[in-house]
């Protein structure tokens, strides 16, 4: 269930780029909790709190987003370490 959940909402949060907080996302995706969609959103490895907006009695909502990768993006080498190139003065 859970990885259906976070494709799901991984899917929305990318369709909203502003992000949307959990009583928006209740509002799309009606049949699941609260609770579940706050603890999938905890462990999505790519979906991060944006802003927080106000709301009633002095309290605040999160506003989540997803990171979406870029295509050129490489992926890591195990056991090698990239070194920081130095640009035409000789800085980093």
Not at 20 to 37: G, H, Q
Not at 52 to 81: F, L, M, N
Request: aromatic letters at 8%.
């Amino acid at each position: 269930m859970r990885g259906y959940a976070s494709h799901q909402l991984r899917a929305l949060l990318r369709l909203h780029p502003d992000g949307l907080t959990v009583k928006e996302i209740m509002a799309e995706v009606p049949d699941r909790a609260k609770t579940s969609i706050r603890y999938v959103l905890r462990n999505l490895p790519d979906a991060y709190i944006d802003r927080w907006e106000s709301a009633p009695r002095k309290q605040y909502r999160a506003v989540w987003c997803v990171v979406i990768p870029p295509e050129d993006c490489p992926h890591p080498t195990k056991g090698k370490r990239y070194e920081r190139q130095e640009d035409e003065t000789g800085e980093r």
